[in-house]
């Protein structure tokens, strides 16, 4: 089996009335939207170099045929906000029979909703993505990789793949220097993922 391989990595849409849909703000700055996807960037530094990565973030730009023809796995996943978007893209890569991988905070609170996924990664993308890998380059095309619970010591996390990003698209690029929130908003489970900052 080949070392090499071709990851399409795709942002899934906000919802539109989403707390995280800043249309207005962008449209006074000209940018497309306000933030990069910091989690997805700092996935592509985890996978191998000799891999070839993608970016597609569609809240910002259009996905084609072309992106899936390319890739040999998709991987994406988000928010609850993500959900709907996330679950098309799931259909897509079914339709295009793409392994898709699906992580991010909504899938690892609510892995039972993204059963038809090829791979679920669960928790945190540093603790887990070896194991993946390893998974992967063996043949494997379904499975679900758990991280343990628990806070990642984001100092021994790789420098994320800016390079994937188009920044002229954005407001600002986030740089990540802790995991959790300092705030309790009753419509996010993040503490209860990745605990306080």
């Excluded at 995280?20 to 989690?39: F, H, I, Q, S, V």
């Excluded at 802790?178 to 990745?194: A, M, N, V």
């Amino acid at each position: 089996m080949t070392d090499i391989c071709k990851v399409l990595m795709i942002f899934p849409l906000f919802n539109a009335g989403s707390f995280w849909n800043y249309k207005e703000a962008c449209d006074l700055t000209g940018a497309r939207y306000p933030a990069a996807p910091l989690g997805l960037i700092t996935v592509a530094a985890l996978l191998p170099k000799e891999w070839d990565v993608r970016l597609v973030n569609r809240n910002t730009e259009d996905l084609s045929d072309e992106d899936f023809r390319w890739a040999d796995m998709v991987m994406t996943g988000g928010m609850l906000p993500q959900r709907n978007d996330t679950q098309h893209i799931i259909d897509l890569c079914r339709a295009s029979n793409k392994p898709v991988v699906v992580g991010g905070p909504d899938v690892t609170s609510s892995p039972a909703l993204y059963g038809n996924a090829n791979f679920q990664v669960l928790g945190e993308a540093e603790e887990i993505m070896g194991d993946f890998i390893a998974a992967w380059r063996r043949g494997a095309r379904e499975g679900t990789f758990q991280a343990p619970m628990g806070k990642t010591d984001v100092t021994k996390s790789p420098l994320p793949r800016f390079d994937l990003l188009k920044l002229d698209q954005y407001l600002h690029v986030g740089v990540q220097f802790s995991r959790g929130c300092p705030f309790s908003c009753e419509f996010c489970d993040i503490i209860e993922l990745y605990g306080r900052v």
